[in-house]
């Protein structure tokens, strides 16, 4: 229930992607938005104002001189309590409707009158999308603060692919949900390491953990919401690239070492969330392994692998490091020593029996300062807390520019 009390706008203009809106005001209201809806006369020969009315609960507005509103101000009343306004999918008509001020129906006077943050869903042809005069309207938009959100490039109902897709309602509903975090990384970069590590043992086998990359990928998606440029180094796991996070996939230890390595110039903070292999088979083999009868089971002669976050924090000039401690028992014990021996100043502890692999955990932070627990919640919640006591162990290292790690 991420949009909880949250009352939103939802307009509708006239594309083919209106179909898709039908299915957003269900997640909207999912995640506990109360969803008014407002079309344009473009949009109602798509879809009809029932279906909304049905899903929404609420009147569906479609018309500046609708009789059922009492004041006839129906432009003022609906964008005056929202919390945001939101237009998708938003037709290049409009979209140029609204960089030139223009206000002739009701969603475009609502859009105009409005006192709450802006966000468009853009929805059209690709070559409407890339003609001059979209892209100058785009452009007016962003800066005049509307929030663009997508298009997504791919297949389009008229048959051509590119850009253009409105995004699928599942993104916009992230999106929104962004849109409401506070912006405590904004103009940061963030790099962090996630999910296991593979070290081949053959072609066909080798030694991974059981790490499932849930709470690092909450984290880059938390790390974006709040307005950080995040690259991630991901070892193999089968999650989707949070949108507007910059991913880099591995699959070794010495992968992700080189890919954090390459990475970590310029960046303000480092978090080391992967579960990486400590060793790795000296020699892995081209050919499969082959048993043979009687024979004595192979041995396999492991190497150390490099410690990543170690060595970023050992740099002249390190980012802010934050590390990962999963122990099966004396949390608070194992974890400081890590934090002193790795020398960061932030270190979060888990027990591995309460959140390996699952959507929820629990957590404790360990700096200078002390201990701060977590209770159990959701890994993208972990991940938002946690955001905000980076965002402030960043801003106390700022006032001390001697301080290092
Ligand atoms: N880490 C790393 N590179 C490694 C090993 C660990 O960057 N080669 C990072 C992890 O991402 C995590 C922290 O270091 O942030 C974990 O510390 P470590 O002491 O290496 O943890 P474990 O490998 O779990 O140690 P142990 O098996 O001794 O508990």
């Known amino acids: 229930m991420e949009l909880a009390g949250k009352r939103i706008v939802l ?41 909304f009315q049905a899903l929404s609960g609420k009147l569906v507005f479609t018309d500046q001189w ?34 030139g001020g223009l206000a002739d129906d009701l969603l475009t006077t609502l ?36 929030s663009v959100i997508g298009p997504a490039c791919g297949d389009q109902a008229c048959g051509e692919t590119g850009p253009g897709r409105m995004l699928e309602p599942e993104e916009i509903v992230d999106e929104t949900i962004a849109h409401f975090q506070p912006q405590l990384l904004a103009g940061k970069r963030l ?26 990928y909450a984290i880059a998606r938390a790390a974006r919401e709040a307005g ?3 690259t991630l180094v991901s070892g193999p796991v089968s999650l989707p690239c949070p949108r507007g996070v910059t ?34 088979p000296a020699e892995p083999l081209d050919q499969k392994i082959k048993k043979a009868a ?37 949390l608070a014990e194992y974890a400081e020593s890590k934090r ?11 027990l591995i029996h309460d959140g390996f692999g699952g959507d929820d955990n629990r957590l404790v932070l360990f700096d200078d300062e002390g201990q701060h627990a977590l209770p159990v919640a959701p890994k993208i919640d972990l991940a938002r807390h946690l955001v905000a006591h980076i965002a402030a162990l960043l801003e106390k290292r700022q006032c001390t520019p001697a301080s290092t790690g």
């Open 191 to 216: 790099l962090l390491t996630a999910g296991p590590t593979f070290e081949a043992i053959d072609p066909v086998r080798g030694i991974t953990n059981l790490s499932s990359g849930k709470m690092g």
């Open 247 to 280: 991913r880099i996939s591995v699959t070794s230890a010495l992968q992700m070492h080189a890919a954090v390595l390459g990475q970590v110039a310029d960046n303000d903070v480092f978090v080391a969330v992967a579960a990486v292999a400590d060793y790795r």
């Open 66 to 99: 609708d009789p059922r509103v009492a004041n006839n101000m129906a432009h003022i009343d609906l964008s005056r309590e929202a919390d945001a306004l939101l237009v998708a999918p938003a037709s290049a008509d409009f979209l140029a409707k609204l960089a």
């Open 294 to 330: 009687q024979a004595a089971p192979p041995a396999i002669e492991l190497v150390q692998n490099p410690d990543i976050l170690g060595e970023i924090a050992a740099l002249p000039a390190p980012p802010l490091c934050v590390g990962f401690a999963a122990e099966s028992e004396k």
């Open 228 to 230: 950080a440029q995040v």
């Open 11 to 51: 307009g509708i203009t006239g594309g083919i992607a209106a179909y898709k809106a039908a299915e957003l005001v269900r997640l909207l209201i999912k995640e506990g938005a109360s969803v008014h809806v407002v079309m344009s006369e473009a949009a109602t020969h798509f879809v009809t104002p029932v279906t």
């Open 111 to 146: 859009v105009l009158a409005r006192d709450c943050p802006l966000l468009v869903a853009p929805a059209m042809n690709r070559q409407m999308w890339e003609n001059p005069a979209t892209r100058r309207n785009i452009a007016v938009l962003r800066s005049d603060g509307v």
């Open 340 to 350: 002193r021996s790795k020398k960061i100043p932030l270190i979060v502890g888990n």
